[in-house]
Each structure stands twice: as C-alpha cells, then as structure tokens.
C-alpha cells in the first residue's frame, strides 16, 4: 500500500487537509495509508508527501525546524528517493530560499525564489487575497493535466511566491496583477491556493497528486 505523510509541525488547517486526502483517495477507489505525522521514519519513507501551512513564513519554518529530524526526513524522501510533493499555502512558499515577511527567513530552497507581499495594482484588490479566484495554468503538469483554464480555487494569504527561473510557475492568478499561484521542479509542487477548500476542482488535483508517480 501507497504511503502519504501529511506533514505535523504545528501548522496548517491539519484536520481539513487529512480529510480531503482520504475524500480523494476514496473517490479513486484506491487503498492509501494516510497518515498525519512528525515521525521522521514515516515520513523518510514515505511514497508521497504533503506540506501544509497557515501562517508566517518565519513562525511555519522555525515550526518545521523545531521537529527533531522532520526537514532532513522530508529530504531524504524528497530529493534523494524521488517521492512526490505538494505544499500548501505557507508549505508551498516554505519551498523557496528565502520569506520576506517580517524580515528575512530562509527557506528549504528547494525550489528558487523569494515570498514578497502581495502589491496589487488597483485599490480594489485587497491583501489579504481571501475567496475564490481563477486558475491559468501556464504549461503542462500532472496536477493540472485536464483541468479547465479558469478553474476556481480558494486562496487566503497576503504574500506571493516570485520564482526565480520563470520556467518554475506552473499556473498564476489575477489579483490586481498576475502571480504565480503554484509552482512546479521534478518531483515537487506547490500550490499557493487550498485545494482542500477548493470543492470538486480541488479534490480533484489532490486525487492527481495521489496518482503521480513522477
């Protein structure tokens, strides 16, 4: 049986995120051994993993570096053994080098860039960005493959991931000026919207992320 570690570090809507995985899971009629966790073993060897966040950028990554062995586990499975994946929200900005959110913070680095406040353009457009929005897909992803240009999802959050190789945003919203809304390298992603709170649309990328194999 496939292993998803959905990460446990104090941070994230925990509950919401396990339910939508097992939601998704049941919907392909696949058996998955879903577990929220900080055990640095599972995760290690886990098949798939999830990195949620709410919150700030600092106060989420000293969170993560708090856990005894949680981000050299995440490695080990991530960029040694290949697994699959996906940060949410805050785990998915926790992915670049650097959080520029009450001063400067370092990221995992994982995937270039910095997380800057959102600046839109027109007064209309509130930070925080909260409710629905449209997604654009910018190039083909198996998260996205199949999905609708314009697809709603549910986004909450004042800061914005500037990728620092343009290749790496997979999709951008609209919100008074475009924004990379998730980004993609080899084996990870991460999505700045909550797919667990995003309906259908979402349960579906999550029903992708389980099927990847990358």
Known sequence: MRTVALIDYGSGNLPSAEKALWAAAGRLGKHRDIRATSDPEF???ADSL???GVGAFRACMEGLAARDGLIEAMTEAVRVRGAAFLGVCVGMQLLADRGLEFGE???LGWIGGDIRRLEPATHEAKVPHMGWNTLHPLRDHPL???????EHMYFTHSFAFHPAVAEDSAA????GGRFCAMVARDNVAGVQ????KSQAAGLALIGRFLEWRP
């Open 43 to 45: 995760v290690a060897r």
């Open 50 to 52: 999830v990195l949620p």
């Open 105 to 107: 913070t370092p990221g």
């Open 144 to 150: 996205l493959r199949g999905m609708a240009d314009g």
């Open 172 to 175: 951008d919203t609209n919100h």
């Open 193 to 196: 919207f909550h797919p667990e």
